[in-house]
């Protein structure tokens, strides 16, 4: 499974490669760490299920956890996600 996120000062959002994608809506509470708002389908946080947790960067990866389980993947509860960081994509940035 893949997670890729995006963030401005105040907002993360975390993009789990299921089917349909799952997002993460978080507000930023220091450089590494979020704290979970909500999730949903849609690549918007305009009106996400309420849901707690955390979402953190460390220095090997991303990991989510939310409160509670908040979907199943392939029969199996989405309780927690720990990946490995590959890269950091700057957009906007020339080659």
Request: glycine share 8%; aromatic share 10%; proline share 9%.
């Amino acid at each position: 499974m893949r997670v890729t996120w995006s963030s401005t000062a105040q907002e993360l959002l975390a993009a789990v490669s299921s089917d349909p994608p799952a997002y993460f809506c978080a507000t930023v509470t220091s450089p590494t760490l979020a704290t979970i708002t909500g999730w949903t389908t849609e690549a918007s946080c305009a009106q996400p299920t309420p849901l707690s947790g955390s979402l953190a960067l460390t220095e090997t990866g991303f990991v989510i956890a939310p409160g509670a389980p908040p979907f199943a993947l392939e029969g199996c509860n989405f309780e927690y996600y720990s990946g490995t960081f590959e890269s950091l994509v700057t957009l906007g940035a020339g080659p």
